[in-house]
């Protein structure tokens, strides 16, 4: 779901594949960290972001890694909730 997330965009991409142990990780959350609050000042909402195509994007990401079903259970609610038709 990390993967899918940063298809999404909703994660810049290659800031979840940090292994949590690395000093890295933690630059890597203060820069997401950043990021967030440059996006809430500008208005951007995960709404914005997130449409077919990334839920589309991730659905490929998921079946090329051999995911799991929860993948499918998840981004079904995303794609609820972000109102994607």
Do not use: Q, W
């Not at 979840?16 to 809430?40: F, H, Q």
């Not at 195509?53 to 259970?73: C, H, P, Q, R, Y």
């Amino acid at each position: 779901m990390a993967m899918a997330f940063e298809m999404l965009g909703n994660s810049p991409m290659g800031s979840n594949g940090v292994p949590a142990m690395l000093e890295e990780k933690d630059r890597e959350a203060y820069r997401c960290g950043e990021l967030v609050m440059d996006l809430l000042r500008r208005g951007v909402t995960g709404r914005s972001i997130i449409t077919r195509k990334s839920i589309e994007n991730a659905i490929a990401g998921i079946v090329a890694s051999g995911g799991s079903t929860n993948g499918v259970l998840h981004l079904l609610a995303i794609a609820r909730e972000a109102a994607c038709r």
